[in-house]
């Protein structure tokens, strides 16, 4: 997996809703084929971001399998791509002043299952509006069930090609995770004339089960860095950051 961050030139007026019309522009330059392979797909194998970091818009491009990689990084990370000409409700260009990637293999998430002793306090930012769907209904409350089966099934479906997870694992997690501290605010999402109301914020989970378990959630929160959380996070949802130190890396 490869994260992909463009900063930009500092601008007035920039909204994380951008990146859905970032969204836009990639899925304009990218191949037919892969384009259709996105929309048959239970997970997208690409999410983005965009959040504003010292006055400057910063683009985060998540790519969570080769054929993405193959595809996206070439365009983005192209010499010649200096300037993101974006049309929303009227024109907006990014100058990108910095490109910088940085990679999570499927090994280095498996050294966090199998050779560390993970902190039980994770604590992690919700960067862009997070939410839940289920039974056609969204949520837009941090839920501990809510919040890990979605990780897992990215999980599942980016490795082992399935959205299928393991219900025994889901309910272990929700019998001994506690969300133990939050800060968050509602915040509405638009893309384009429809919004979806979610929450940003800071959450606190505790393991009490066993050290494998622990390293299993800090597993599954490095790999939700890249996979985003909930709905719509090739739109520019649920974009997670956890927090620094600790035994996340």
């Not at 080769?66 to 907006?92: C, G, H, M, R, Y």
Request: net charge negative.
């Amino acid at each position: 997996m490869k994260k992909i961050i463009l900063t930009c030139k500092k601008q007035d007026r920039v909204n994380s809703n951008d990146a859905v019309y970032f969204h836009g522009w990639l899925m304009s330059q990218i191949s037919p084929k892969f384009a259709d392979e996105l929309h048959q797909t239970g997970t997208n194998p690409l999410s983005v971001s965009l959040t504003v970091q010292d006055e400057k818009p910063v683009f985060i491009v998540n790519l969570l399998n080769q054929w993405a990689i193959e595809e996206i990084e070439p365009l983005l990370l192209n010499s010649d791509f200096v300037e993101l000409d974006l049309t929303s409700s009227k024109q907006k260009i990014f100058e990108i002043i910095d490109k910088r990637t940085e990679d999570l293999e499927e090994k280095g998430l498996a050294t966090i299952f199998y050779k560390q002793d993970a902190d039980r306090l994770q604590e992690l930012q919700v960067v862009t509006p997070l939410a839940f769907k289920s039974q056609g209904e969204y949520y837009n409350l941090p839920d501990v069930r809510f919040f890990f089966q979605s990780i897992m099934q990215k999980y599942n479906s980016i490795f082992e090609q399935t959205q299928h997870i393991d219900i025994d694992m889901l309910d272990e997690i929700c019998s001994k995770v506690r969300l133990v501290n939050y800060s968050v605010h509602s915040r509405r999402y638009y893309i384009h004339k429809a919004y979806i109301n979610g929450f940003c914020g800071r959450l606190v989970f505790y393991c009490k089960g066993t050290q494998t378990l622990a390293n299993y959630v800090a597993m599954l929160l490095r790999f939700a860095e890249y996979s985003g959380v909930g709905v719509k996070t090739s739109l520019g949802m649920g974009a997670i950051k956890l927090k620094e130190g600790g035994n996340n890396d």
